[in-house]
């Protein structure tokens, strides 16, 4: 609710309806300023008691008073102000006209208690076109604040909830982000050793080739002068075959071909950790940014506003 005025206003001397009076109206009785005459109910006249609570309200703020409201003076900037703090768990009564033109559905309303932050879905009294209904405030300036304070409390306790379940999650991700980093270490030295194995094993191969192709070429040597060129081919054939038997050997001598397959096979089981860690990490992040951020962000905003309310439902004690 914000009032604007276009124009300067005047609250009395004048006998107009308009919809500016019964805003500042409607604005004046959501401060407790304004209760209207039972008989004629929240309507658009400019009247004395309107003027009355003008008055009032500039006495209880220093605004000095005079007969007329003028656009963006002190008084409209006090109301809109005033208007834009939290009340929404302050309560008023149902007031009706009490007649046979009261709307049925706000006939039955009539002494019932609702509050600013939950209205009936077609508003406050006075919102709907034509409604002549009014809030009367529950003990006006003499309340003693114990709804907003509990109200202010709890929203504390929830936040403190809210931050330390956020703070847990923050906390075993990073746990979560440690053990894959020494995953990752772990990973990285068996890869390594993978590779380590694997230069050996070339090596090995290179200096069972070498001696084949050493011993091809003794035994091809005598076959005398004639297809030279293909013997050596015959002997390298052998030489190659007789590497890769010492190699063979010599794997078997040293198990390395088992130390191969069981690093090969730590090395996918470490991937396969590293995944899982990976999506546990990922599921905590978005539970994180999506649920528990939020969550801790409502809590802090709903402490600020209840404390705003209870804050102002001091001040207005002290009227
Ligand atoms: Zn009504």
Redesign the pocket.
């Known amino acids: 609710m914000k009032l604007i005025l276009t124009e300067p206003f005047i609250p009395l001397g004048f006998d107009h309806d308009d919809i500016e009076t019964r805003k500042i109206k409607a604005a004046l009785a959501r401060l407790g300023y304004y209760t209207p005459n039972p008989h004629i109910g929240m309507d658009e006249t400019r009247s004395a008691d309107l003027r009355a609570a003008i008055s009032a309200f500039r006495q209880d703020r220093n605004i000095p008073d005079s007969p007329w409201i003028m656009p963006q003076d002190a008084t409209i900037i006090s109301l809109n102000k005033e208007l834009a703090v939290n009340r929404n768990a302050e309560r008023y009564i149902w007031r009706?006209m009490k007649d046979t033109r009261?709307?049925d559905d706000?006939a039955h309303r009539e002494g019932q208690i609702f509050t600013w932050g939950n209205p009936p879905p077609e508003g406050h009294?006075?919102d709907?076109p034509n409604?002549?209904?009014w809030p009367e405030p529950i003990g006006e300036g003499k309340r003693n604040c114990k709804e907003e304070e509990n109200a202010w409390i709890n929203a504390g306790a929830i936040l403190f909830i809210a931050e330390q379940t956020l703070q847990k999650a923050e906390q075993e991700k990073h746990q979560l982000e440690e053990r894959k980093s020494q995953k990752q270490v772990e990973l990285l030295k068996i890869e390594e050793q993978i590779e380590k194995e694997k230069k050996n094993k070339r090596e090995a191969q290179n200096k069972g080739a070498a001696i084949g192709a050493a011993v091809g070429a003794a035994i091809g040597a005598p076959g005398g002068l004639a297809g030279s060129m293909m013997v050596a081919g015959i002997g390298i054939g052998v030489g190659s075959n007789i590497g890769r038997f010492s190699e063979e050997i010599g794997d078997a001598v040293s198990d390395k071909s088992k130390t191969d397959l069981s690093l090969i096979l730590k090395r996918i089981r470490l991937l396969k950790e590293l995944q899982a860690l990976q999506r546990q990490i990922e599921e905590l992040a978005r539970e994180i940014s999506t649920i528990l951020m939020p969550e801790v962000e409502k809590a802090q905003w709903d402490v600020d506003e209840t404390q705003a309310a209870f804050l102002a439902c001091k001040i207005r004690n002290k009227k």
Do not use: L, S
């Open positions: 009706t009261v709307r706000h009294p006075g709907a409604c002549r209904c």
